[in-house]
């Protein structure tokens, strides 16, 4: 698969936008959950920033044969 500099550029850079937001809800999803006793069930919205990052980092996963050249 040839790209071009700028579609690699493109690519590093959406794939770098995705991490840093998916590290931004594990942040988040971290410090909602220090919030609360630990015996008390996890919040939802725990659970649904973690769910969120999990998605960020798959989609951002889907760039990686571009930046390393593969096709896919």
Known sequence: ????PAAHTAST???G????LAKQQDDLAAQEAAAVPYWTPCPP???GRRAAAEVL??????????????AS
């Open 13 to 15: 850079t959406v794939r």
């Open 57 to 70: 980092r798959a989609q951002a996963d889907e760039y990686l044969p571009a930046l390393i050249g593969v």
């Open 1 to 4: 698969m040839n790209t071009t």
């Open 45 to 47: 919205s725990v659970l």
């Open 17 to 20: 936008i995705l991490l840093k």
